[in-house]
């Protein structure tokens, strides 16, 4: 097998995660910038995401200087896994699993449905845990090739279980936006933002979760899937990101429409649990200014 069959996927999987990173910095000092009265759990998630994040962006770095620098002239040692990249791609799991988290949490407070927290919380765990293992065992297997061979079915399943994962979650969220639409108001803005949200950023990481997939079965001797996986964590992350810093957008939305007198949104359409008109109302105006559950996207 070539060098540049093995390492061309990772090389621009690299690069364009890279340049994500960027990206994800920018949003991480605007959140902690204009959030500072966020609580302490959510400013700790975002340090944990940035801190996960920028260890994964260089080790990513550090397995390409690896093989494409270290061992220019030494092709034999582009034939076979190590730690180092067995560490990389798990890191980048881990932030998968910690981005889904959150949007399982966020969408938990939405609905209010056990059976979709359990099954949620069972799709993260399964496809992460897959994920992890297929890793390590790629460093046991002589070369990439027999890796891929032998451990195919995992790998495929692992890609798989992201895009029922990420399928389910952006669809439920969306599902129960459009449930709770007033069909009788004249415009429903911030429903309406929100269900494009998570339309737009759980479309784009299930994108990706296909692209990876299709590349698996089109060049099943090839690491070209793995370009996408690195894209891939830093799409969460962002979309993650994406959803705390919307909130003042959308709080400014909702409160122009309501002062102009251009949208009446239905108070109880994005209420935690049925309440009166009034309790609603308190929770609706607090909502749109501080949590931002009524974002989640439903990406992981």
């Known amino acids: 097998m070539s060098a540049s069959s093995l390492l061309r996927?990772?090389?621009?999987?690299?690069?364009?995660?890279?340049?994500?990173?960027?990206?994800?910095?920018?949003?991480?000092?605007?959140y902690f910038q204009t959030y500072v009265d966020d609580r302490r759990g959510l400013k700790l998630t975002v340090a944990l995401l940035l801190t996960l994040e920028t260890i994964h962006v260089a080790l990513s770095i550090w397995v390409i200087d690896s093989y494409l620098v270290d061992n220019y002239t030494n092709p034999y040692a582009l034939q076979s896994a190590t730690w180092l990249t067995?560490?990389?791609?798990?890191?980048?799991?881990?932030?998968?699993?910690?981005?889904?988290?959150?949007?399982?949490?966020?969408?938990?407070?939405?609905?209010?449905?056990?059976?979709?927290?359990?099954?949620m919380i069972l799709?993260?765990?399964?496809?992460?845990?897959?994920?992890?293992v297929a890793c390590i065992l790629?460093?046991?297997?002589?070369?990439?090739?027999?890796?891929?061979?032998?451990?195919?079915?995992?790998?495929?399943t692992g890609n798989t279980l992201f895009i029922i994962g990420d399928t389910f979650s952006a669809s439920i969220m969306a599902w129960h936006l459009n449930k709770n639409r007033d069909q009788t108001l004249r415009?429903?803005?911030?429903?309406?933002?929100?269900?494009?949200?998570?339309?737009?950023?759980?479309?784009?990481?299930?994108?990706?979760?296909?692209?990876?997939?299709?590349?698996t079965l089109a060049q099943p001797l090839s690491l070209a899937f793995t370009g996408a996986i690195l894209v891939q964590t830093r799409l969460y992350a962002n979309s993650l990101l994406?959803?705390?810093?919307?909130?003042?957008?959308?709080?400014?939305?909702?409160?122009?429409?309501?002062?102009?007198?251009?949208?009446?949104?239905?108070m109880t359409s994005i209420a935690f649990a049925p309440n009166s008109a009034e309790t609603a109302r308190?929770?609706?105006a607090s909502s749109v200014g501080k949590e931002s559950w009524h974002t989640a996207s439903g990406n992981a």
């Open 9 to 30: 996927g990772p090389l621009i999987g690299t690069c364009l995660a890279s340049l994500l990173y960027g990206i994800t910095c920018l949003q991480a000092f605007f």
């Open 86 to 119: 067995t560490a990389t791609f798990s890191v980048g799991f881990v932030i998968d699993l910690v981005v889904y988290f959150y949007f399982t949490w966020r969408i938990w407070m939405f609905t209010s449905k056990l059976w979709i927290l359990i099954f």
């Open 123 to 132: 799709v993260a765990l399964a496809r992460t845990v897959l994920s992890i």
């Open 138 to 156: 790629s460093v046991f297997s002589s070369t990439w090739v027999s890796y891929l061979e032998r451990d195919k079915i995992l790998i495929l």
């Open 187 to 215: 415009t429903n803005l911030l429903v309406n933002r929100l269900l494009v949200f998570a339309v737009a950023t759980g479309g784009i990481t299930v994108l990706v979760d296909i692209v990876a997939l299709a590349l």
């Open 242 to 266: 994406a959803s705390l810093n919307l909130r003042n957008a959308n709080k400014r939305a909702y409160e122009d429409a309501i002062h102009t007198g251009i949208v009446e949104l239905p």
């Open 282 to 284: 308190n929770e609706v």
